[in-house]
């Protein structure tokens, strides 16, 4: 390729071309370069061009073998230890998704041929490993066909990458998103009130949190918590200058002035409503945290950290202390092998029998299909992880939390290089929601902290959840195609 010198004169070449007449006198002119150098320079620039993003393209297609291959060997392992022979109608249903993972990596060899290449392989793996968890403990309550769960999440899981590609062919700019900022704030505050629409929001249960809408129910929480990201993206953009000048030092701090207070006084109080009104403690938890680390993102300033962690510790002290559902959470929590709170409803119960899951599956589990995870209520959904330490063992677990650690690294890598700033704090903003999700239900199994109800990202069971991690994705792999000037930044 041409170096920057030989641009420089190849432009001051033209210059001289287009300012003064062919033979004309006022100096002499500087003589073309040779012809036969453009051609073979074009010709390297664009076979450069080419190569790179079929490599990039190439490598996600290895480890997507790679990924199916883990995929189908969980699912035949659960039948060869929970029933002892294996049914192929099981497989034909779950080479659907695989074959939609082709069908997505074809798509991106078009549309987005510099998107990172780990992404795609690493959500499919978490996705294929909780469809075949979801399936054991279908076979240990002796529930097939439509009445499994298993069945239900190839079924949400085709839809949710469907709808995740149709996302990524309609964005072919995220900038176009901050436009929508304010829209994406209004449809978040309408998505927050759904559940709590007499007749739409389900009843009976511990969190409000669940609309149905016929034979359908969905968490549209799940969806808030991106279009969340898309307005505090686009307004910290737009706010940051303001929200970066510091006030008065408190213990060597400098800490905001109080007229800029707002944003984050506005947040916390719509967290604290999700807390008292549907009584879902995690969620609360999620949209908080989401704002706090896209506001020090944006402003670089950790005062707004201590700032946020002090009144969202705070809230959750006063919640614990007037709120019953709280309260129980955190008896739960803190004296777990009482028996009054393990025979409590709503007690301890589940966390205990998780707990006992994960240490019967000791350092290497009890191998796929031959362990007890239905003993814990929930293992399907909110106690996957349990249910997974179980039966691959502490060493299985630590597999899992890699391919989420690898799956974030890989996010906040994307927004860090990202062009703008609105794509570096979307970028982070997405890729922190699955990190802190994540921790909160681990966090919740182990003990760690109290329980709150949210499920693990591409595993539990729940189209919700399916949906909306599968938009991060292409959201994600839309932000890397567009670092065009540094893909090895991205890729590397």
């Known amino acids: 390729m041409p170096s920057i010198d030989d641009q420089r004169s190849s432009d001051e070449a033209s210059t001289e071309l287009i300012g003064r007449p062919a033979g004309g006198a006022g100096g002499s002119r500087r003589p073309p370069r040779a012809s036969s150098d453009s051609p073979q320079n074009l010709t390297q620039a664009i076979t450069l061009r080419l190569r790179q993003p079929a490599r990039l393209r190439n490598l996600e297609l290895l480890m997507l073998f790679i990924a199916a291959g883990i995929c189908a060997g969980a699912i035949v392992l659960v039948q060869l230890g929970a029933t002892g022979e294996i049914d192929a109608s099981v497989l034909v249903a779950g080479s659907a998704v695989l074959g939609l993972g082709l069908i997505f990596h074809l798509v991106l060899r078009v549309v987005a041929r510099e998107a990172d290449p780990f992404l795609l392989p690493i959500a499919l793996t ?9 399936y054991r403990i279908d076979l240990a309550y002796g529930r097939d066909g439509w009445a499994a769960f298993g069945v239900k999440q190839i079924a949400w899981t085709v839809m949710a990458m469907t709808i995740a590609l149709a ?31 007499p007749g739409l929001g389900r009843d009976g249960l511990n969190a409000r949190v669940w609309i149905d809408i016929g034979p359908f129910s969905f968490q549209p929480g799940e969806i808030a918590k991106i279009t969340l990201a898309i307005f505090f993206a686009g307004y910290l953009v737009t706010a940051r200058d303001n929200l970066s000048l510091m006030g008065p030092k408190i213990l060597g701090m400098r800490f905001p002035r109080a007229r800029d207070l707002g944003p984050i006084l506005v947040v916390w109080v719509v967290a604290m409503g999700v807390l008292i009104f549907q009584r879902d403690l995690g969620t609360s938890l999620l949209y908080f945290g989401l704002f706090l680390v896209m506001i020090y993102i944006g402003t ?14 705070g809230g959750a002290i006063v919640a614990s202390t007037f709120l019953g559902y ?40 009890t191998g796929l299909g031959q362990g007890r995870p239905q003993t814990t ?17 502490l060493a299985g677990i630590f597999a899992i939390l890699a391919l989420y650690l690898l799956l974030v690294s890989r996010g906040f890598r994307i927004g860090f290089v990202g062009q703008d700033d609105f794509g570096r704090m979307l970028g982070v903003g997405v890729s922190f929601v699955i990190a802190l999700q994540v921790f909160v239900v681990m966090g919740g199994v182990t003990r760690v902290i109290p329980l709150t109800g949210l499920t693990a990202p591409f595993m539990a069971a729940g189209g919700s959840s399916l949906v909306a991690n599968w938009i991060i994705v292409a959201l994600l792999l839309r932000l890397s195609d567009s670092v065009r000037d540094q893909p090895r930044l991205v890729i590397g």
């Open 126 to 134: 978490l996705n294929g490993i909780g469809i075949s968890m979801i």
């Open 300 to 313: 670089g300033r950790g005062s707004w950290i201590v700032l946020g962690l002090t009144l969202f510790l």
């Open 377 to 393: 209520p929930l293992a399907e959904s909110d106690y996957i992880f349990a249910s997974l330490g179980e039966e691959l063992g």
């Open 326 to 365: 709280v309260q129980g959470r955190f008896r739960a929590w803190l004296n777990p092998f009482d028996p009054t709170e393990y025979s409590a409803d709503g007690g301890s119960y589940q966390l205990v029998t998780g707990l006992f899951g994960f240490a019967n599956g000791g350092l290497v589990g």
């Open 167 to 197: 996302a990524l062919i309609v964005i072919r700019n995220y900038r176009v998103l901050s436009r929508y900022r304010y829209i994406a704030m209004f449809v978040s505050i309408a998505l927050l009130l759904l559940p709590l629409i």
